[in-house]
Each structure stands twice: as C-alpha cells, then as structure tokens.
C-alpha cells in the first residue's frame, strides 16, 4: 500500500490545497483524495508534487507492507 | 475567482449563441430551452464537480481533466460497458426463448439506457468514493 506525507509538506511550504491543486495543475479533488489516501497518483503527478513543495519524491510516498 | 468569472461569463456566452442560432433555425422553444438548461447546468457543475479544471488561457476550451478525472472515467465506462454485455447477453437468451426467437426493438434502446445511466451512476460513485475517508 503506497502511503505519503503530502499534508504535512503541504503545511510546511503553507499551502492551501487549492493553491498546491494549480501549482501541479490538479483539481483539488485530486489534493484531498491524495492526502486521503484514497489516490494513487502517477510518475509524473509525484515528481510535480515533490518538486512544488520542495523535496524529494522519496520523502513524499513510501510503500506499506500490509500485514 | 476573477478566473472563474471570465469561465461562468465566456461559457454563458458560449451557450446563449448556440441557443440564438438554433432559434434562429427555427427549433421549437422547448428544446432551444432543454439545451440551455443542460449546457448552462453542465457548466456550471464542471468546475464544482472536481473532475475538471479551469485553464482560462485556452479561450476556446478551458475545461481540463486532470488524472484522476480520467481515471474516474475510463473506470466508470469499463464497468458500464461490461453491465452493456451482460445486459446484451440476458436479452440474446431471451430472445432464444421466444418463438420465433427474437428481441425487441425497444430493448436495444433501453440497453443503451442503462449503459448511460449505468455510466453516470457508477462516474459520480467513483467521484465521492476517493473523497470519503
């Protein structure tokens, strides 16, 4: 299960989810359901995110063994 | 929101002249009406829906879908077109056990009914499913 910590880096840089959403050229819905967990997103989605918020895409996703 | 007024302003006009043009052409008001109310009701939900977002520099078309806006689609369109088969296959049998064998006319009409219906259903299920937690 791929897990991230895109709220709290989005806290961090002081982002609101909108703004986050039109920086990597996104619906917010799409931030939410990121941040919920609920959304996996693409290669490409994943570095625009670690880049807008200034790390990296290790930092921002890791993969959740389920046991 | 100074982006989404140039959006509600440019579609809106947008849609006004189609309906001017086809009353020009001499449709009834009624459906001059239907296809305001559905154009405009489109519109208006698009942004709001969180499937689309606004790039107002593309003056033509700004509706864009993002990702996962794609991917709330093509999930929803496999699923109704597999609900399509199975429908299909249940009208064919039917059709087997009339005598002579046959299938209504109708039923097709009604199958493509549901595909649709099964489409917009299961789009919007989708759409709320990744935002609960």
């Not at chain 1, 959740?64 to 046991?67: D, G, L």
């Not at chain 2, 006009?13 to 001017?20: E, P, R």
């Not at chain 2, 049998?93 to 087997?96: A, D, M, R, S, V």
């Given at each position: 299960m791929i897990k991230n910590r895109v709220r709290q880096a989005r806290l961090a840089c002081e982002f609101t989810q909108e703004a986050l959403a039109q920086e990597v050229e996104v619906s917010r819905q799409t931030i939410i359901a990121l941040e919920k967990g609920n959304y996996t997103?693409?290669?490409?989605?994943?570095?625009?995110?670690?880049?807008?918020?200034?790390?990296?895409?290790?930092?921002?996703?890791?993969i959740?063994?389920?046991? | 929101m100074k982006s989404l007024r140039t959006y509600y302003l440019t579609r809106f006009?947008?849609?006004?002249?189609?309906?001017?043009i086809m009353t020009w052409s001499g449709l009834p008001w009624w459906i001059v009406s239907v296809v305001f109310i559905l154009g405009a009701g489109f519109f208006v939900?698009?942004?709001?829906?969180?499937r689309y977002r606004i790039v107002n520099e593309t003056h033509g078309a700004p509706l864009r879908m993002d990702e996962r806006g794609r991917q709330v689609r093509e999930r929803a369109g496999r699923n109704a077109f597999l609900i399509m088969q199975a429908l299909s296959l249940g009208l064919f049998?039917?059709?087997?056990f009339q005598e002579p064998p046959s299938i209504p006319a109708a039923a097709i009409g009604i199958m493509l009914g549901v595909g649709m219906l099964s489409y917009l259903v299961l789009s919007l299920l989708y759409e709320r499913e990744a935002l609960l937690d």
């Open positions: 997103p693409s290669v490409k989605l994943a570095l625009q995110l670690a880049s807008a918020l200034g790390t990296t895409i290790e930092d921002l996703f890791w959740e063994s389920e046991e | 006009i947008l849609v006004a002249l189609i309906c001017a939900w698009a942004p709001l829906s969180g049998l039917y059709g087997q």
